[in-house]
């Protein structure tokens, strides 16, 4: 166990001997032992010994030391009001932390004073608002499973979104794993943990919350019958544990480590209020993502070329004005929608305000005053919120009227809209309660007064009216006492330790009345009471204290009666967050002149066609853009892509896709028209990558991937592939390329599009039904090549390798080698091939070309001639038992790896 955590083991078997504050601190160590504990001392949060020295390093704070009967034991404070930024700290360094606040005022009652765990924060449980993004959810996740079933429930402990799916398939679970990147997931028995993205913190948990009946009852208990909500067996023991997690994570939940460091809970339980509703879904209900396609398409990370933080798709599309509206936005981002008419109902609300100018724009200015409702009323709902928050919601509240009025003037124009405006409920009842109930500028604290408006509850008026009849009293106490005693430099004044006094300097103190009784002496003074001024103390400070009592009470109160209120709030929430969506959406659209996509009914043929089309993010990053279109059909499906480097043959695929991604989103497009039928699936392999960590070369990642699409695609799925086999030697890579074109030609039907170096494949446009080519105009002037962006159909003339390494800056010595070396390798080809063709291309294309026919041979038995030998790419002959076995390759049933490997074997039996 981590010396940090646990109980200190300068106090192990000494639990009888510690002070009853040493001995809370211990025995709290030892209930939450998988935590650093933080211990409320005052104004500060202490650790001790080893979890002292620990904190004492990581947090760059100094080690003191507290010294009792019982001995010496290290010591390190946080300062309670600055906490949030050190527990930040530990989560980054890897621990939990459970916050042991005092629970009762010193002096309360006799003793040490009372402290209690009041919440566990993991990376997954954050609440506090500065440890969080205001525009992205916070999940934790819990990962169950039944027999060949995988449950998955995702929960924001901060805003109450509480999600649940299932599936039969691993790789779908970790697909929603990366689309909804969890910060934690806790794992039951059975369950893969690996299914979590690399950053996700892994927490073993009580597999007793994971059991059938505990996990039903604890469900219950939040929404009702189980059986009326959840798919199966494997989605209920993922909610039930999760909700055992969050609940301890509140810190209400007893709970104990076991010896492999587990974390258990017990029976004690505290409800969370704010988790109202659950929402199951089936991951096909949304065009699917796996996280390469999420990292490819830069939904939500940046590609470093651009060296922007906001170059994402998320990034372009963002002119929320609330948090809530830019949690919706990535909401949507990430789960694309499937059904023409729920787009087209999305579209239709971006449509009106994209036209209504005037609208738009008031809408902006007024979301801008909309705090976040979701966590405002989680706070509210756990007793968290202070005076300061629930003015924050009064001032939101205070918005809804005004929206509800901007609205309308186009909410007649779509369902959308109507409904929108219909949900807005401005909660009038909950507003008059805080306006009525609390003070306009309150404090932080709501325990020292002053939070509670006057006229709201008569006794704490009577209270204040006490106090300041008293304090009146003392304010004309100094002038009658100079009268009385002819002492002009006397004065009256108040500390917190002597209460009020009278100060008579050292010259008068002859003139001092018998009745004034001395108090404090100081250096050239005295400090005097009277008797009255001693009840007239006692009857302010009594009054101020009862008063201070009153209100905490009648703040509570009004803060329980908000809670009431939670589901409505988080309705309200929901429609403000749409709407702040929809309006970014149409902001987006007007200023960078997007189109409406036309939708077009699934199940009929597989279209999509794009006129003019910009990459999104790309635009937004450079002066000028060229667009450029696209067009698929089912009888014109397959496109090859030519082009050197830097031509924008990747700046393409990722433009069609994304395109096709904001369409289904419900978003105008970048493009002069579109129209397409819904994809249900977009697969990605772009770009290089390899895997250290986990042995894997580049060559191999680009092999699974591969694997993936070719198992997972179909006709409905769009698929980008840029220079595959470029990880392996020119031959085999050739050789896996034209399978994997031919294989998903003949056998997958997917939309493609593949952009590659082996000008070979582009004969496949010949031979294949629906393929066609398509390359990248680039011209050479004086010597150096020039990128025209424009795409056209057709093979490109040439790869350009040599005049792009000179436009890249290489060393002219290397530059001029390499243009001998293509010199001779093109000489030495045209002498040893027969009927080759012309065009400047890389020397190893040339040569793959001259053996173009045999390489088919290699790789498609169906290609193979029917003689005892076949031509082999450096002119010889295929031995006869060779050329059977190629016959007999059965490739369509062949993943890219077995492809490679038979190739190899070939290779090595021809060789012998």
Not at 249 to 274: C, F, H, K, P
Request: some cysteine; hydrophobic content about 40%.
């Amino acid at each position: 166990m981590d010396s940090a955590c646990g109980p200190p083991p300068e106090m192990a078997g000494r639990r009888e001997e510690l002070t009853p504050m040493m001995g809370q601190y211990h025995d709290l160590c030892a209930r939450y032992d998988d935590a650093i504990v933080l211990f409320q001392v005052g104004d500060f949060y202490e650790t001790f010994c080893g979890a002292a020295e620990r904190t004492a390093r990581l947090l760059e704070l100094t080690l003191t030391s507290r010294e009792d009967s019982t001995g010496e034991y290290p010591m390190t404070g946080i300062p309670v009001d600055n906490a949030a930024s050190y527990i930040d700290d530990l989560l980054e360094a890897g621990y939990r932390v459970a916050v042991a606040d005092q629970v009762e005022e010193p002096g309360e009652s006799p003793g040490v004073v009372e402290r209690a765990v009041t919440r566990v924060i993991t990376p997954g449980t954050l609440t506090e608002d500065e440890l969080l993004a205001s525009d992205d959810n916070n999940f934790v996740a819990a990962l169950a499973r039944t027999d060949d079933t995988r449950g998955l429930a995702l929960l924001d402990v901060s805003t109450g979104d509480f999600l649940a799916t299932s599936s039969t398939s691993s790789d779908a679970i970790a697909d929603e794993m990366s689309r909804f990147d969890p910060a934690e997931a806790i794992v039951g028995p059975a369950a893969d943990g690996a299914l979590a993205p690399e950053d996700c913190l892994v927490t073993p948990f009580d597999e007793s919350v994971f059991g059938r009946e505990r996990a039903g009852d604890l469900f219950a208990a939040y929404f009702g019958d189980p059986d009326s909500m959840l798919a199966d067996a494997a989605e209920l023991r993922a909610c039930g544990a999760l909700l055992a997690y969050a609940e301890y994570a509140r810190g209400g939940v007893e709970e104990d480590a076991d010896s492999d460091g587990m974390i258990e809970t017990g029976t004690q339980t505290t409800r969370l209020e704010y988790l109202t509703h659950l929402t199951r879904y089936d991951p096909r209900e949304y065009l699917l993502l796996d996280a390469v396609a999420l990292r490819s398409l830069e939904l939500f990370a940046p590609r470093a070329v651009y060296g922007r933080e906001e170059a994402t798709l998320f990034g372009v599309l963002d002119e929320t004005s609330s948090a809530l509206g830019g949690r919706k936005l990535r909401d949507w981002l990430r789960r694309p929608l499937l059904e023409p008419a729920r787009i087209d109902a999305r579209l239709d609300a971006v449509e009106a305000l994209t036209d209504d100018v005037r609208t738009r724009e008031e809408l902006t200015d007024l979301l801008r005053d909309v705090y976040d409702l979701e966590r405002l009323i989680g706070r509210i709902s756990r007793e968290r919120a202070n005076a300061r928050d629930l003015r924050s919601l009064r001032d939101t509240l205070a918005v809804v009227p005004k929206l509800r009025d901007r609205l309308e003037g186009v909410r007649s124009e779509c369902d959308r809209l109507e409904t929108l405006h219909a949900n807005l409920d401005p909660l009038a009842d909950v507003r008059k309660l805080i306006e009525d109930g609390v003070v306009a500028d309150p404090p932080i604290e709501i325990t020292e007064g002053g939070v509670i408006a006057e006229g709201y509850d008569d006794d704490l008026d009577e209270l204040r009216e006490t106090a300041r009849d008293g304090k009146r009293w003392i304010d004309d106490l100094e002038e009658h006492e100079r009268e009385r005693t002819g002492i002009d430099s006397l004065s009256v004044g108040y500390n917190s330790v002597h209460g009020y006094y009278i100060e008579v300097t050292n010259p008068n103190l002859e003139s001092v009345p018998e009745n004034y009784q001395r108090r404090q002496t100081l250096k050239n003074s005295e400090r005097f009471v009277t008797p009255e001024l001693k009840n007239r103390e006692d009857e302010i400070v009594g009054a101020e204290e009862r008063a201070d009592e009153r209100e905490y009470e009648l703040f509570c109160e009004i803060r329980r009666e908000i809670a009431d209120e939670v589901e409505r709030v988080q309705g309200l929430a929901e429609a403000v967050a749409t709407l702040d969506a929809l309006v970014s959406l149409s902001t987006v659209a007007a200023q960078y002149d997007y189109c409406r996509p036309e939708l077009l009914e699934r199940g009929n043929e597989q279209i999509l066609e794009i006129e003019g089309g910009r990459h999104p993010v790309v635009e937004r990053t450079q002066e000028s853009f060229v667009p450029n279109g696209a067009r698929f059909t089912d009888d014109r499906r397959l496109g090859i892509i030519t082009g050197p480097n830097m031509s924008g043959k990747s700046t393409y695929m990722r433009q069609v896709a994304q395109i096709a991604l904001l369409a289904q989103v419900g978003s105008f497009v970048p493009a002069r028209s579109v129209r397409l039928t819904p994809l249900e699936r977009i697969f990605t392999r772009v770009g290089a990558s390899d895997d250290i960590a986990g042995g894997r070369s580049t060559f191999m990642v680009e092999m699974d991937e591969l694997a993936t699409i070719l198992a997972e695609a179909d006709e409905r799925s769009l698929v980008l592939l840029d220079e595959v086999g470029r990880g392996t030697s020119t031959a085999d890579g050739l050789a896996i390329a034209q399978a994997i074109t031919e294989h998903l030609h003949d056998e997958v039907g997917a939309t493609t599009l593949f952009a590659t170096h082996h000008h070979p494949l582009t004969a496949l446009a010949d031979d294949l039904e629906a393929a066609f080519t398509l390359h990248f105009e680039t011209t050479q002037e004086d010597g150096e090549v020039v990128f025209h962006h424009d795409i056209a159909p057709g093979a490109a003339d040439g790869s350009y390798g040599v005049s792009v390494a000179t436009a890249a800056g290489v060393p002219e010595p290397v530059v001029e080698r390499s243009r001998k070396l293509v010199a001779e390798a093109g000489a030495e080809s045209a002498t040893e091939r027969v009927g080759a063709g012309d065009g400047e291309t890389a020397a190893t294309d040339d040569a793959m070309a001259a053996g173009n026919d045999a390489t088919t041979a290699t790789t498609d038995a169906s290609s193979a001639t029917d003689g005892a030998t076949t031509a082999t790419a450096d002119g010889g002959d295929v031995p006869t038992d060779v050329a059977a076995e190629l016959r007999a390759l059965d490739l369509a049933h062949l993943t890219p790896v077995e492809a490679l490997t038979e190739l190899d074997r070939l290779k090595r039996l021809l060789e012998e």
